[in-house]
C-alpha cells in the first residue's frame, strides 16, 4: 500500500516541512486529494460525461506564506528534496514548478509581485500513475494562495482556474474533470459530471464491493505527443462528422461514424460509446448493480485498447489479471500509456486480491482501496 494519510496528517507534514526549510512558520497550510477515473476517458475535452472519484489519503499538501523579496517565488518539494527559485512575471519553461507559479499568477499576480512567497510542496500520489497529481498541485496551490491573500473563490470557480493553468500556462491540452475531482470531489463517492455544462452530483458507491487502485509499475507522461495527437485526432473526427464536439453525437450515429476514415472512426466511437458507459454506470451505481458496472470497466478498457490505442501491454495483462484474481472489473484509468488499472472487487476478496495481484505482477504496488 502506498503512503496513505489523513488531510490533517498531511497538513501537518508539509507545515513541519516547510518550517524546515524556511525556518517559519506557514501562514497557510492545505491540500488537496488526487482522483481515481471510473469511467469516461478522454472524454472531458470533448464535452462528455466522466465518473471520477476524489482519492482518501492520496494528495498534495501546501504550505505557504509571504516572502522576503517581492515578485520571487521560493517553491520547495519535500518530495523531491528540491527547490526552485522563480519569478512571478516568468513563463513556464518545463519544470515543476511551473504548475505552481502558474497557479498563483491564475489568481495573485499584482499580490505576489508585491509579497513575494514562499511554498512548500509534499504529496502521497506516485508521479506517471494517472492519479492527477498535478491536478492536485495546481488545486492545492490555488487553495493555499487564495487562502492567503483572502480571496474567496467556489470550487467550482478554483477547478475551472485549475485547469486554465494546465491549458493556457502549462500548455496540456486535457479536459476539466481531474481538476474538477480534486477541487469538487468528496472521497469515498462517485462525482458524475457534464463537462459541457458542469452540471454535476455525487453519486454513491457500490455497498460490499471497493474499487482498488493499482499501480502498473509503467510511468506515462501526458505532456508528451501521444495526450496531443488524440486530441488532435478528434478534432479531426469532429470536423469530418460536421459535429463541434464528439459528445454532440450518440449511440443512434455509430453507423455514421463507422463510414468516415477509420483511425478517427475508431477515436469517434470510443467516445460515443465510453459517453453511454457513464450514463450506464450512473444508474448501475444508484441501483446497486455491481455486475452491470464491472462489465462496464470491461467494455471500457477494451475501447481505450482498440479504438483509442492509449493502453499498454502491461495494463492490459494486469486488466486481464485482476479479472482472474477475483475483480469483477477492470480498466485502466487516467489519461493512458500506463499509469494504473482501477478494478472492482467484493470487499470479501480484498485481501487475496492485493496479494494475488502484486504477486503474479511484481512491479505493481496497491496504491489505495476506496
Given at each position: 500500500?502506498?503512503?496513505?494519510?489523513?488531510?490533517?496528517?498531511?497538513?501537518?507534514?508539509?507545515?513541519?516541512?516547510?518550517?524546515?526549510?524556511?525556518?517559519?512558520?506557514?501562514?497557510?497550510?492545505?491540500?488537496?486529494?488526487?482522483?481515481?477515473?471510473?469511467?469516461?476517458?478522454?472524454?472531458?475535452?470533448?464535452?462528455?460525461?466522466?465518473?471520477?472519484?476524489?482519492?482518501?489519503?492520496?494528495?498534495?499538501?501546501?504550505?505557504?506564506?509571504?516572502?522576503?523579496?517581492?515578485?520571487?517565488?521560493?517553491?520547495?518539494?519535500?518530495?523531491?528534496?528540491?527547490?526552485?527559485?522563480?519569478?512571478?512575471?516568468?513563463?513556464?519553461?518545463?519544470?515543476?514548478?511551473?504548475?505552481?507559479?502558474?497557479?498563483?499568477?491564475?489568481?495573485?499576480?499584482?499580490?505576489?509581485?508585491?509579497?513575494?512567497?514562499?511554498?512548500?510542496?509534499?504529496?502521497?500520489?506516485?508521479?506517471?500513475?494517472g492519479l492527477s497529481s498535478s491536478a492536485a498541485l495546481?488545486?492545492?496551490?490555488?487553495?493555499?494562495?487564495?487562502?492567503?491573500?483572502?480571496?474567496?473563490?467556489?470550487?467550482?470557480?478554483?477547478?475551472?482556474?485549475?485547469?486554465?493553468?494546465?491549458?493556457?500556462?502549462?500548455?496540456?491540452?486535457?479536459?476539466?474533470?481531474?481538476?474538477?475531482?480534486?477541487?469538487?470531489?468528496?472521497?469515498?463517492?462517485?462525482?458524475?459530471?457534464?463537462?459541457?455544462?458542469?452540471?454535476?452530483?455525487?453519486?454513491?458507491?457500490?455497498?460490499?464491493?471497493?474499487?482498488?487502485?493499482?499501480?502498473?509499475?509503467?510511468?506515462?507522461?501526458?505532456t508528451a505527443d501521444g495526450y496531443a495527437t488524440r486530441?488532435?485526432?478528434?478534432?479531426?473526427?469532429?470536423?469530418?462528422?460536421?459535429?463541434?464536439?464528439?459528445?454532440?453525437?450518440?449511440?443512434?450515429?455509430?453507423?455514421?461514424?463507422?463510414?468516415?476514415?477509420?483511425?478517427?472512426?475508431?477515436?469517434?466511437?470510443?467516445?460515443?460509446?465510453?459517453?453511454?458507459?457513464?450514463?450506464?454506470?450512473?444508474?448501475?451505481?444508484?441501483?446497486?448493480?455491481?455486475?452491470?458496472?464491472?462489465?462496464?470497466?470491461?467494455?471500457?478498457?477494451?475501447?481505450?485498447?482498440?479504438?483509442?490505442?492509449?493502453?499498454?501491454?502491461?495494463?492490459?495483462?494486469?486488466?486481464?489479471?485482476?479479472?482472474?484474481?477475483?475483480?469483477?472489473?477492470?480498466?485502466?484509468?487516467?489519461?493512458?500509456?500506463?499509469?494504473?488499472?482501477?478494478?472492482?472487487?467484493?470487499?470479501?476478496?480484498?485481501?487475496?486480491?492485493?496479494?494475488?495481484?502484486?504477486?503474479?505482477?511484481?512491479?505493481?504496488?496497491?496504491?489505495?482501496?476506496?
Amino acid at each position: 500500500m502506498s503512503d496513505t494519510v489523513t488531510d490533517k496528517a498531511l497538513a501537518e507534514r508539509v507545515t513541519a516541512a516547510y518550517e524546515q526549510y524556511f525556518k517559519k512558520q506557514p501562514e497557510v497550510a492545505t491540500s488537496a486529494p488526487g482522483r481515481v477515473n471510473l469511467l469516461g476517458e478522454h472524454t472531458d475535452y470533448n464535452g462528455g460525461f466522466v465518473l471520477p472519484m476524489a482519492l482518501r489519503g492520496l494528495g498534495v499538501g501546501v504550505a505557504i506564506g509571504r516572502g522576503p523579496e517581492p515578485g520571487v517565488v521560493r517553491a520547495y518539494s519535500d518530495t523531491f528534496h528540491d527547490a526552485e527559485t522563480r519569478n512571478i512575471d516568468e513563463d513556464a519553461v518545463g519544470k515543476w514548478s511551473d504548475y505552481v507559479l502558474g497557479s498563483l499568477k491564475a489568481v495573485a499576480e499584482p499580490e505576489v509581485a508585491e509579497t513575494g512567497v514562499q511554498i512548500a510542496l509534499i504529496t502521497t500520489l506516485p508521479m506517471g500513475a494517472g492519479l492527477s497529481s498535478s491536478a492536485a498541485l495546481e488545486v492545492g496551490t490555488l487553495r493555499a494562495v487564495t487562502a492567503l491573500y483572502a480571496k474567496r473563490m467556489s470550487a467550482v470557480d478554483l477547478a475551472v482556474r485549475a485547469r486554465a493553468v494546465e491549458n493556457g500556462y502549462v500548455g496540456m491540452p486535457c479536459g476539466i474533470m481531474d481538476q474538477f475531482a480534486s477541487s469538487v470531489g468528496e472521497p469515498g463517492t462517485a462525482l458524475f459530471l457534464d463537462t459541457r455544462t458542469l452540471d454535476h452530483e455525487t453519486v454513491p458507491a457500490l455497498p460490499d464491493h471497493s474499487f482498488v487502485i493499482v499501480e502498473s509499475g509503467v510511468s506515462h507522461q501526458l505532456t508528451a505527443d501521444g495526450y496531443a495527437t488524440r486530441v488532435a485526432e478528434c478534432n479531426a473526427a469532429c470536423k469530418a462528422l460536421g459535429v463541434d464536439l464528439l459528445s454532440d453525437l450518440g449511440i443512434g450515429d455509430l453507423e455514421r461514424i463507422a463510414a468516415i476514415e477509420p483511425l478517427l472512426g475508431r477515436r469517434a466511437r470510443h467516445i460515443v460509446t465510453d459517453n453511454q458507459r457513464v450514463l450506464d454506470g450512473v444508474t448501475a451505481l444508484r441501483t446497486g448493480d455491481a455486475a452491470r458496472f464491472a462489465q462496464l470497466m470491461i467494455d471500457s478498457h477494451a475501447s481505450q485498447r482498440d479504438d483509442f490505442e492509449i493502453t499498454v501491454p502491461e495494463t492490459d495483462a494486469i486488466a486481464s489479471g485482476a479479472l482472474e484474481m477475483g475483480a469483477l472489473g477492470a480498466r485502466q484509468t487516467g489519461g493512458g500509456w500506463g499509469g494504473a488499472i482501477v478494478a472492482l472487487v467484493p470487499n470479501t476478496a480484498l485481501a487475496d486480491f492485493g496479494e494475488a495481484i502484486t504477486s503474479r505482477f511484481p512491479k505493481t504496488r496497491v496504491l489505495a482501496i476506496t
